[in-house]
Structures are given as C-alpha cells and as structure tokens.
C-alpha cells in the first residue's frame, strides 16, 4: 500500500510553468504505475498523463502532448509533472495516482478506475 502527496501547484501566468511532485510512501514504488489526472470544477476528472513502473513508457491526453512531462525517480519514490505553455484551460485540481503492476499496453492506466491509490490533490490556476 502506498500514501500520496502532491505539491507544487499554485497560481501562474498563461504561458508560465510548474512541476507538480509527488511523493509516495510505503513499499514497491518502482512497481506501481503512476498517473495524473485533473478536475476542473464542474466537470469530471480526466486524465492527463501516466508514467510505467520503470519510467520507459509515458502517455498523455491530446491537449497536454508537447506541453507536459511526466517523469519518475524511483530511488526517492516521486513522480513530477512539469507543465509548460500553460494556458488557462488548464486550470484545476491535479490528482496524483498509482496502481501496481498495471498493465501498461491496453491503455488502463487512462481509466479512473483502475488506480486504487490518489492523492489529496493540488490546485492549479492559469491566468489569462
């Protein structure tokens, strides 16, 4: 089992950048796939990237490709997120969530459901 811990979020200008981290405690990090997902209010949490276990496979939603970086460093059991040319649409509540042993290659890791583990989330907002 593993706990959760996003930081990193806060307010920015259109075109600004953040890294949002976070922390895992517990056991059998490097074997949890790991994801981002977003909530802006009034609307469902969708996905916005997911890392593997081993950090050799990333995926991100279409509006984020090019933008955003997900990485991984499995010695301090923390993934990041790092953000780019935000834009105000990119405004919300950023969750972090991890699953292990995950199958990677039939795209689950964009399904809510299928992460057992979440953060408390962090805010996120994009002036224009």
């Known amino acids: 089992q593993v706990q959760l811990v996003e930081s990193g979020g806060g307010l920015v200008q259109a075109g600004g950048s953040l890294r949002l981290s976070c922390a895992a405690s517990?056991?059998?990090?490097?074997?949890?796939?790991m994801g981002w997902f977003r909530q802006a209010p009034g609307k469902e949490r969708d996905f916005v990237a997911a890392i593997s276990w081993s950090g050799s496979g990333t995926r991100y939603a279409g509006s984020v490709e090019g933008r955003f970086t997900i990485s991984r460093d499995n010695a301090k059991n923390t993934v990041y997120l790092q953000m780019n040319s935000l834009k105000p649409e990119d405004t919300a509540v950023y969750y972090c969530?991890?699953?292990?042993?995950?199958?990677?290659?039939?795209?689950?890791?964009?399904?809510?459901?299928?992460?057992?583990?979440w953060g408390q989330g962090t805010q996120v907002t994009v002036s224009s």
């Open positions: 517990g056991r059998a990090f490097n074997i949890y796939t």
């Open positions: 969530a991890g699953q292990p042993l995950l199958n990677w290659y039939n795209s689950t890791y964009r399904s809510l459901t299928a992460y057992n583990y």
